[in-house]
């Protein structure tokens, strides 16, 4: 194995570089996984547009990328799982393990976690868009022999849409609206139809994810910004949904969701704000006991989306938009920021 490798390297704003950097070394604990695929996610888009996702800032050059799929490369010395040549998907959140929150199986909300591909460290913690990446042994889940490198990097961002469901709760037999179409708001349409959910509609301005909602598996796709918008949402609903799933980040977006959910209705924030405040009628929480409550990353929801995705019950590969060698990860970025556009963009390193 040489001891180089390359990677995807974000020294500033749109400053991406694909360049060499030393192959990391096994520590107690870990694996090196030689990375088949990774996608990038709406905070690799900031990172690369803006130099920060909130209040997570750029403080020196970093790999970007955490919804990866590999292959077990090696293993530390007393790591007996997964085994060497076996393909996985990674978790990219490492906990601690003995915290207050991780003790409760809150582990998401550690006090001590560290992400994959993040600045919320300093240094940033370096991501997965590199041809090697050492991780902990168990944040390795082994992909079932029928899942594709290209499916197994859609689970991060599907266990994404699964922990907002469990927070709001079952949405069996429930109508559900999520606002946005981005692919986290797509997977959340998907997983609201798997889990019974009777009604599925999306808003979103952009025409072609409305479509791919469609196609998806929403009954609806609604303009938001449309003269019709409320006879729109009306011919659905009669008294407002039952949960909504706010997935755009836009804080427009929220304020609405109050006026669209029912009496002793759920709103569930997904999406990250760029604003760091923004008024919301509280009045109306009170008065009609509206839940609203955040999802942040995911919880123990992942041998849960592999299954489901393994058996064919959803069908996530619609959403892959595009897929580019490593050696193009600039012009893949430059896909995934185009507003509208691509929905899911990958990188190869096979």
Known sequence: MSRTMLAAVLHGVQDLRVE????????????LLRVRRGGICGSDVHYFEEGRVGSFVVTAPFVLGHEISGEVAAVASGVKAPVTGQRVVVNPARQCGHCDYCRAGRGNLCRNLKMLGSASTRPPTDGGFAEYLCVGAEQCFAMPPQMDDGLGAMIEPFAVALQALARAGSVASRSVIVSGGGPIGLLTVVA???????????????????????RVGADAALDPRADSFAADVAALTEDGFDVLFEASGSAVALRQA?????????????????????ALPMGQLLVRELQLVGSFRYGNVWPQAIRLAASGRVKLQPLISGVFPLRQAREALELACVRGGAVKVQLDLT
């Open 20 to 31: 060499e950097r030393p192959v990391p070394e096994l520590v107690p604990g870990t694996v």
């Open 258 to 278: 109050f006026e669209l959910v029912r009496r002793g209705g759920t709103i569930v924030q997904i999406g990250s704000f760029s604003e760091p405040e923004i």
């Open 192 to 214: 609201a139809r798997a889990f019974g959910a009777t009604t599925v509609a999306l808003s979103d301005p952009v025409a072609e994810r409305r479509q791919l909602a469609l």
